[in-house]
């Protein structure tokens, strides 16, 4: 459990009813018009999955979620299945979905324990780490002359980003490359004991994925949205930082769809620490543009 509460640590704190079920209740502030994020769904289907196994040697490894129906804010029920559990490897599936709902968010978790092996990453973050307070955040004054717009809580109250790579959305820039990096943490950090950041929240973080289209698109009109078909998350090592660095690109955008990738890096809070891969993700969405 973390070593103080939080808003994530409160909100995956599932509750069993029995027989592989759990209730949880998500809160309107998690929601990213109009819907909840998926990644805090997703995470209370891995706590749920947690507290079923009961194996504290084996921590999730990866997930895949398929966003099959529409969960909204308020009380959800989390139904868990055990399909293998092993000595060292156990394979789970949950649903969350609102009460009285058919379909809802199915994830599929694998567990495992510290196996012997190779060590090595061969992926690179962004030269030039800057400090992430010298960033400009997601909550500073809009400059002189922009519209200005309801901000929605998740951005002001839970989740801080401070952008590394990128351009905002009302600049004029001429787009070359779908890729964007951003600092990000959460106001009330959700660490555990032993001083890890709980890796559930790291699905959260992940799941940010269609900014990376936005930077390759440029400023549209008419404005569109990107919801998730899928969420694909590898855990990778452990996080010790509150600050989280996002490293995101678009690596296909077409018929209607686009495929995503994000890395996360563990670089200190100051940015000034060796770089440390703690997970990865893929991610397909789709564009709808509403009138």
């Not at 819907?35 to 289907?45: D, E, F, K, S, W």
């Not at 070359?176 to 973080?205: Q, S, T």
Request: some cysteine; charged content about 25%; glycine content about 8%.
């Amino acid at each position: 459990m973390p070593a103080v509460e939080s808003a994530f640590s409160e909100t995956v704190a599932v509750r069993s009813i029995g027989d592989g079920c759990y209730t949880a209740e998500l809160d309107e502030r998690w929601n990213l018009r109009p819907l909840p994020q998926g990644g805090i769904i997703t995470a209370i289907a891995v706590r749920a999955m947690e507290k079923e196994l009961a194996h504290d040697e084996q921590t999730p490894r990866t997930l895949h979620t398929t966003f099959a129906a529409q969960v909204a804010h308020g009380p959800l029920e989390v139904e868990v299945e055990i399909l293998r559990a092993g000595r060292s490897m156990s394979q789970l599936r949950a649903e969350v979905r609102n009460p009285g709902t058919e379909r809802g968010h199915l994830t599929t978790c694998v567990f495992g324990g510290t196996r012997a092996g190779f060590d090595f990453t061969d992926l690179r973050p962004p030269d030039q780490i800057p400090d992430p307070m010298e960033c400009p955040s997601f909550r500073d004054p809009l400059p002189e002359g922009v519209p200005a717009f309801e901000p929605m809580p998740f951005w002001a109250e839970l989740v801080e980003g401070r952008p590394v790579l990128g351009h905002p959305p009302w600049e004029d820039y001429e787009p070359d490359r779908a890729e964007r990096a951003m600092w990000y943490r959460f106001d009330d950090a959700p660490f555990l004991d032993d001083g890890r950041l709980d890796p559930l929240a790291l699905i959260v973080l992940a799941d940010t994925m269609p900014g990376a289209v936005g930077e390759m698109v440029g400023r549209s009109d008419p404005p569109w949205f990107a919801p998730s078909i899928d969420l694909t998350v590898h855990f990778l090592d452990q996080c010790r930082s509150s600050w989280v660095l996002a490293h995101n690109r678009a690596r296909f955008a077409g018929d209607g769809y686009a495929s995503a990738d994000m890395a996360l890096w563990d670089c200190g809070d100051d940015g000034a620490r060796t770089p440390r891969l703690v997970a990865y993700a893929t991610q397909m969405f789709l564009f709808t543009f509403p009138k």
